[in-house]
């Protein structure tokens, strides 16, 4: 099987973790990819120290180096053509982090991006004070942010997966999570994915309220 390579990305609040299950249980055959924990398994792997994802959303600057990522960039590019042939997959991720003196981005390199391929790029949006207000409510360790904070990481974000889309001449979605539900949104990226010629297969699934 040639399964495609699809970027789901997305600023802090916007459910891109949810939106992710949400396929998963609605479709097949998808891998999931969570970026996050491959970060997790490096530095355990370089340093014998467990990082929780508190850890990892609350001090990404201070524990995880660019070297670091540009690590699991190159292992996770090199799983690829391996993981193709199972089916589909999904690419948790989001290169921009919320720091202490503002925002940092490590992106993959253009040449990383060619040699990646990505077959669809969504990125989820939202309106800025619902996206602080849920982080507010339930930060599972992501830092506050006000207003304009969430914004420009929405910007930001969604400026990155533009450039990924150009680089490999697809359309990239934005998906706005904070005017649909959570069935509403899976609905529209498996609508889309099936679009661009995503193959795949619906199953029963339930969709989980957008954290």
Known sequence: MDGKVILITGAAGTGKSTLVRTLLERARPFKRVDYGQLLREHKLRQTGVEISYDELRRDSASV?????????????????????????????????????FGFRITPFSLDQVHRIGFDAILVLVGEPNTLAQRIAEDPHGRPNVDAFQSGFQVQLQAAVAVIYAIVCGRPCFAIDTTRST??????????????????????????????
């Open 64 to 100: 995880i180096s660019p070297q670091d990522v540009a690590a699991v960039d190159e292992w996770l590019i090199g799983q690829l053509p391996t993981w193709r042939t199972e089916g589909n997959i999904v690419i948790d991720s989001h290169p921009v982090t919320k720091e202490v």
């Open 182 to 211: 959570a069935e509403d949104v899976s609905g529209i990226a498996l609508d889309l994915l099936r679009k661009v010629g995503v193959p795949f297969e619906e199953i029963d699934g339930t969709a989980q309220p957008i954290s």
